[in-house]
Antibody
């Protein structure tokens, strides 16, 4: 059974760096085709894809946020970490950790964490 | 960046009736198109990928069609648990992966 769970601060001050951790189980991020990523959703708004890390440590970022984002994986601990620098109130959102295996379903996201709401405010 | 446009923004349908939701891409995405359902306070759930393949455990009343720039999600006979927000997502030409703005399906 695949599960993912996000953790991190619920409140961050503007200009600080937001660091979120995704802890997962039920799969290995060293298996060919497996990818873990992050998607966010501001309150009442649509979904926005942020970043992906592949089993081979290849990484992809949303170009609009690329200069501020870093995604890393720790395969031995079954964790993926997302860092977003220089946060602003517009970064207030629920952040979701997601799984995909492109051998099975392309780059569509078949498992999602419950999400964690992060508020950016002074 | 490929822009995904969903219509209508809100759809009112009675239980037991058919619902048809549309998604249009600003350029061809082939069949690299997914649909998600999101209920209040929950994470999205994958319904359809590859434009027409149901994800694991998704009821047969959900079906997807289309290719290129025009796509449709059809729910053949609405159940009470189907009233939610639906998003389409393209993964053909990326980054960035992009989502539509969503269609809210409400009870008529």
């Amino acid at each position: 059974q695949i599960t993912l769970k996000e953790s991190g601060p619920t409140l961050v001050k503007p200009t600080q760096t937001l660091t979120l951790t995704c802890t997962f189980s039920g799969f290995s991020l060293s298996t060919s085709g497996v990818t873990v990523g992050w998607i966010r959703q501001p309150p009442g708004k649509a979904l926005e894809w942020l970043a992906l890390v592949y089993w081979d440590d290849d990484k992809r970022y949303n170009p609009s946020l690329k200069s501020r984002l870093t995604i890393t994986k720790d395969t031995s601990k079954n964790r993926v970490i997302l860092a977003l620098t220089r946060v602003d109130p517009v970064d207030t959102a629920t952040y979701y950790c997601v799984h995909t295996n492109y051998h099975d379903s392309g780059t569509s996201f078949d498992y999602w964490g419950q999400g964690t709401l992060v508020t950016v405010s002074s | 960046e490929i822009v995904m446009t969903q219509s209508p923004a809100t759809l009112s349908v009675s239980p037991g009736e058919r619902a048809t939701l549309s998604c249009r891409a600003s350029q061809s995405v082939s069949t690299k198109l997914a649909w998600y359902q999101q209920k209040p306070g929950q994470a999205p759930r994958l319904l359809i990928y590859g434009a027409s393949t149901r994800a694991t455990g998704i009821p047969v009343r959900f079906s997807g069609s289309g290719s290129g720039t025009e796509f449709t999600l059809t729910i053949s006979s609405l159940q009470s648990e189907d009233f939610a927000v639906y998003y389409c997502q393209q993964y053909n030409n990326w980054p960035p992966i992009t989502f539509g703005q969503g269609t809210r399906l409400e009870i008529k």
